[in-house]
């Protein structure tokens, strides 16, 4: 019997980081059978089975699960976009802020590209610097800022997440110091990266903190939170909660809202506003048709 991490899961086969620091493959076998059962990040038993197959045998408790990318254990969150090729999306990052803090994963924000629009660049970290959040404009190309968003890693364990085409695996490998991750253009026709990543999949950094990539996404689905949590989940709305005149008040065009109050008086950013109502339309359509 052993005990380890899961560095990454291709097709079943499971890449184990044990106490020794060397690496097992393994099989999941019987309870552990499902797609979630085991994640990228889970601290297992696996036996080590003279001769045949090792197989893991059991997974710890997690301290957090994350459903994209789908992975647990996660101390920080890096969510990574490009100030173009692609555009920023700012609604898919807010969305994607709002499922970290609903997991209680820590958000980091890297705005990449700045070569190709510093002003907008600096802006949108600026952006979420005011909305609570670390943000760092960078450029891997001109080699910008890329110190003081290392010098901000909190491990144990950091994963890498964003849309796809953003430089996710260019950073990393940066950060490495070796092409470990492939990266590539982006393809003029999809949007997408050409060598676009394709399992989440961790590697150590230095002793004791790790590094995960992931696929990047287009689309992110939001069904797992309460309507009336969705204003908590943004933590520049949170020094006005409660203030409302309704107490079960979705911050929606009821009367006397604190947090419209707030959005009027300059001290809730106007395009977060609208993310939330926006996100909040979707969850409303979501209940509806269950
Ligand atoms: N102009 C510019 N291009 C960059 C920068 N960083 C990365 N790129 C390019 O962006 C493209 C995509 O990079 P990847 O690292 O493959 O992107 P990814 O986020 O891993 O993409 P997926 O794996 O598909 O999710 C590559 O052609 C990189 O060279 C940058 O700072 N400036
Ligand atoms: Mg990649
Ligand atoms: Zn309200």
Known sequence: MAKGMILKNQNGYFTIYNEEGSLSLCRSRGRLKRKTDVL???????????GSEAVITHVYPRKNALYRPPSANI???????????PDLNFFLLDKMIVLAEEAG?????????????????REAAYFYKKAGYPSFAVSLRQNEGLEEL???FQGPVIAFSGPSGVGKSSLLNWILGKSHFQSGEVSRHTGRGKNTTRHAELIQWKPGCFLMDTPGYT??????????RLSYLFRDFRPFLGQCRFNNCLHAG???CAVKKAVEEGKIQRERYESYLHILDELKTKDFRR
């Open 75 to 85: 101390d920080q969150l890096v969510l990574v976009s490009a100030v173009r090729t």
């Open 219 to 228: 689309y992110l689905d939001i069904n797992t939170i309460e309507l009336t």
């Open 254 to 256: 009821e009367p006397d």
């Open 150 to 152: 290392k010098a901000a």
């Open 105 to 121: 994963v820590e958000p980091l924000i890297v705005i990449n590209k700045s070569d190709l629009a510093e002003e907008a660049a």
């Open 40 to 50: 990228v990040g889970d601290v297992v038993e696996f036996d080590t089975g003279k």
